[in-house]
């Protein structure tokens, strides 16, 4: 079975720092999808970005950049110059191939970003 | 664009209550996924629908219910609450053929005093 784990609980950091964080995950499928999720203190899970298990190419978005590697089953996920606003929990999944029962979250990261 | 509605976005209720959730997805979405978010946890799959079929089953308790229907918005019927529903649900859909991302609703928040 799939597990997605994220080892930081919580992450607090000062304005404009740059913070990444982690996710590791265990899957016996070769065709899976990962996904990163923020969930903000309003509730709703916001979508950041989905990657398929054969494109290992790292990409940015803005502040926002992901670095997939499959070597090391790790999705990290990097905020460079944080916010206020960045402050979440975010959550890393993982999907093998059909979802339902088998998208599965990670237990998230909660990050405070401080003044 | 048109996003996963869910409705009421709050909800509170007593033991032994029942409840129904509703979940609209966005248009052309043919499946529709529950999930249960407790307090500091993550989400957790409780049961999809495909074509107004159910696809998968997770941690549904007995006491839930869940089914799709002809214009493919789900219910999540919930009878005899407990203490320990009160959480966050969400209903997400997706586009079966384009195996793209789930499109998370924005929750209801159910509370069982």
């Known amino acids: 079975a799939q597990k997605v784990t994220q080892a930081q609980t919580e992450i607090s950091v000062v304005e404009k720092e740059d913070v990444t964080l982690d996710c590791v995950y265990e899957?016996?499928?070769?065709?899976?999808?990962l996904f990163w999720y923020k969930q903000p203190p309003s509730g709703e899970l916001v979508f950041l970005i989905r990657?398929?298990?054969?494109?290992?190419q790292n990409e940015i978005s803005g502040r926002y950049s992901w670095n997939f590697q499959k070597s090391t089953s790790s999705f990290n996920f990097t905020i460079t110059a944080s916010q206020v606003v960045d402050s979440a929990v975010y959550f890393c999944?993982?999907?093998?191939?059909?979802?339902?029962?088998?998208?599965?979250f990670g237990p998230g990261t909660r990050l405070s970003v401080l003044p | 664009a048109a996003g996963v509605i869910q409705s009421p976005r709050h909800l509170i209720k007593e033991k032994r209550e029942t409840a129904t959730l509703k979940c609209y997805p966005i248009?052309?979405?043919?499946?529709v996924y529950w999930y249960q978010q407790g307090p500091g946890q993550d989400p957790q799959f409780l049961i999809s629908?495909?074509?107004?079929?159910?696809?998968d089953k997770g941690s549904i308790p007995d006491r839930f219910s869940a089914q799709q229907f002809s214009d493919y918005h789900s219910e999540l019927n919930m009878s005899s609450l407990e203490l320990g529903d009160s959480a966050l649900y969400f209903c997400?859909?997706?586009?079966?053929?384009?195996?793209?991302?789930?499109?998370f609703g924005s929750g209801t928040q159910l509370s069982v005093l």
């Open positions: 997400a859909s997706s586009f079966s053929a384009t195996n793209e991302k789930l499109f």
């Open positions: 999944a993982l999907s093998e191939a059909n979802y339902g029962q088998n998208f599965v």
């Open positions: 629908f495909y074509e107004k079929m159910q696809s």
């Open positions: 990657r398929n298990s054969f494109d290992e």
């Open positions: 899957t016996r499928d070769t065709t899976y999808y």
């Open positions: 248009p052309r979405h043919d499946t």
